[in-house]
């Protein structure tokens, strides 16, 4: 367990995000956009499961990977080189995505194993303090279950295997969702020496990332329907589409959480939380792309129920889960998350009646109302703290 020179950040260390970790996350981008598109070439529920499975484990690869760096000292050959290294892999995953189900399901499962079970043995050899060791020990033994099932997946088709699959994505959720948890053996969080603010600093970098890819899907459908008349009206609700939901993840809501992880000693907890909310608001913004994308590819014909489905769908999502880590987090209930939702439910209901461009630009007003809403309140609340 012990190394001559640990690799852990010191209280000294940099903590600002530094430029190898901004490059890691690029290969991401790619990811969300293989993504996206794999939905969009299989919209089914079958598809839909297909994506998520995929998503999970993309964004296994990510948040584990993250952790691992904010631990680590960044400045760190060592550190570096096992960025780069998972960085490679998970390109060749990344790359595998829209064939995961098909011919090279080999390839996805064999790179995100790779990674998985390569870093977290890694790990254990860079001089980790007994808490975090033993949780990265518990980390393996539960990746170890999910493996066999990932690897059984690959004999299939895609049928059995989105099965197989859809058991070892379960199997690595409940683990993370459980800070894996084994009979007798947990983790303290207030023992885990985790930079709180730091994390959520790379979940919301990651985020907006996630962000740029729906604005990337929207201009490459713009690229394609140019002689559509249409095309600027449903291009301009897409872009501001993505503005509210910035507005509602970036505006004020950072400021908050910081403020609040000053305040406590577990900064583990809020961490791993804040992880599972991030899964839910990436996969809304999935469904937010591809429905942006059937949208400006046909804007005046009646939506059908998938693309109603990914147009109020995302958006919902996105409110479900902004809304409950408010709450648990920050012990805060704000109306207005179920407000939005309750008007996206209303509004997706009578959105078969008019042109896709419009049922659109219904989904954007309840994000805008909670943006607005969001604005009103600080204000209030620094008003009153005058």
């Not at 600027?232 to 950072?254: D, K, M, N, R």
Request: net charge neutral; proline share 4%; charged share 15%.
């Amino acid at each position: 367990m012990v190394r001559a020179t640990s690799l852990m950040r010191s209280a000294t260390s940099e903590d600002q995000v530094t430029r190898v970790e901004l490059f890691f996350d690029l290969v991401f981008v790619f990811a969300l956009s293989q993504l996206s598109h794999h939905l969009l070439e299989h919209l089914s529920w079958l598809g839909a499961g297909e994506t998520f499975v995929l998503l999970l484990a993309v964004y296994k690869v990510w948040v584990y990977t993250t952790w691992s760096a904010t631990l680590l000292d960044t400045s760190r050959r060592e550190v570096q080189w096992m960025l780069l290294i998972v960085m490679l892999v998970t390109l060749f995953m990344n790359a595998s995505i829209g064939s995961a189900f098909g011919a090279f399901g080999w390839l996805f499962a064999a790179s995100y194993l790779l990674v998985q079970l390569g870093r977290g043995a890694w790990m254990l050899s860079v001089g980790l303090d007994r808490t975090t060791h033993d949780h990265f020990v518990r980390m393996l033994i539960w990746g170890c279950m999910s493996t066999p099932f990932w690897i059984a997946g690959v004999f299939f088709d895609h049928g059995p295997r989105l099965m197989f699959w859809g058991v070892a994505a379960a199997i690595d959720l409940s683990g993370h969702m459980l800070a894996h948890r084994l009979p007798g053996r947990k983790t303290e969080g207030s023992q885990v020496p985790l930079p709180g603010e730091r994390i959520f600093e790379r979940f919301g970098l990651f985020y907006l990332i996630a962000l740029g890819e729906t604005i990337l899907s929207t201009g490459l459908a713009i690229a394609g329907n140019l002689t559509d008349p249409m095309i600027f009206l449903t291009g301009t609700i897409s872009l501001i589409g993505s503005v509210a939901i910035w507005w509602c993840y970036f505006h004020g809501l950072e400021q908050d959480i910081q403020e609040k992880l000053a305040s406590v000693n577990d900064q583990f907890r809020p961490g791993i939380l804040a992880g599972n909310t991030l899964l839910i608001l990436l996969a809304g913004l999935i469904l937010v792309a591809v429905g942006d994308q059937l949208v400006i590819s046909d804007p005046v014909a009646r939506p059908d129920l998938s693309t109603v489905l990914l147009l109020f769908g995302g958006p919902a999502l996105f409110l479900a889960g902004r809304g409950f880590f408010i709450r648990k987090v920050l012990g805060l209930r704000l109306p207005p998350d179920l407000a939005g939702i309750t008007a996206l439910t209303v509004l997706a209901s009578l959105s078969f009646l008019v042109p896709a461009f419009v049922a659109a630009a219904g989904a954007v007003l309840p994000l805008i109302g909670v943006a607005v809403s969001d604005t009103l309140n600080r204000r209030r609340t620094r008003q009153r703290a005058l």
